[in-house]
């Protein structure tokens, strides 16, 4: 079983549409991050979190420590957003800082 | 994109050559990763260094090894090439919080 599972793995959603992404991990962490990748991109860090929630523009992310859950929300979803999104964590306990990835959710955004 | 470079950005290669692959910084950071990402595995953490001379393995080092003389380069070498190692390689450096990460070589090995 993998630390970090993602769902869903593809996610296709109309232009205006509210997103969800989900992660769920299994270890102690010190921190998690959400990433976006553009189809043949580079890897862009969008969130670290470590309790609570973020807010960036269209984007917000939300971790539950306790239920080892975060979710990655885009309101009023656009085709630009379509990218792979990736959950990583940050293992607690002095791990250098190293991180283990989701296998990452496809979201395409039709206009 | 916290001045991190590859080189070379793409590179196809034959099956038992020697491949070195190479990641520089500008920003002075001390932790370094090398990652490969493949279909359906995602990102995979292959060997790290948290300071000059100081490296240690990831999840999938073998037939990797690096080497870090000094602050700003982290190199990546693929001792004899197998197709196995046909991959997306993204270095990447922590910054103050996030990771940073640099815009890949795409390697093949035929």
């Known amino acids: 079983k993998n630390e970090v599972e993602q769902s869903p793995q593809n996610l296709t959603a109309q232009e205006g549409e509210f997103i969800t992404i989900n992660c769920s991990y299994s270890v102690g962490i010190s921190a998690l991050h959400w990433l976006q990748q553009h189809p043949g991109g580079g890897i862009v860090s969008l969130f670290m979190?470590?309790?609570g929630k973020k807010k960036h523009g269209r984007l917000i992310a939300t971790i539950n420590i306790q239920e080892k859950h975060s979710s990655l929300h885009i309101t009023a979803s656009h085709p630009r957003d379509s990218a792979v999104y990736i959950c990583a964590v940050e293992n607690s306990g002095g791990s250098n800082y190293k991180l283990t990835f989701g296998k990452g959710t496809l979201l395409t955004v039709n206009p | 994109d916290a001045g991190i470079t590859q080189s070379p950005r793409h590179k196809v290669t034959e099956t038992g050559t020697p491949v070195t692959l190479r990641c520089h910084q500008t920003e002075n950071h001390r932790y370094m990763y090398w990652y490969r990402q493949d279909p359906g595995h995602g990102l995979r953490l292959i060997h790290y260094?948290?300071?000059?001379?100081?490296?240690d393995k990831g999840e999938v080092s073998d037939g990797y090894s690096v080497s870090r003389s000094k602050t700003e380069d982290f190199l990546l070498t693929l001792e004899s090439a197998t197709s196995s190692q046909t991959s997306v390689y993204f270095c990447?450096?922590?910054?103050?919080?996030?990771?940073?990460f640099g815009p890949g070589t795409r390697l093949t090995v035929t």
């Open positions: 990447a450096i922590k910054g103050t919080y996030e990771q940073y």
């Open positions: 260094s948290y300071g000059v001379k100081d490296t």
């Open positions: 979190l470590s309790s």
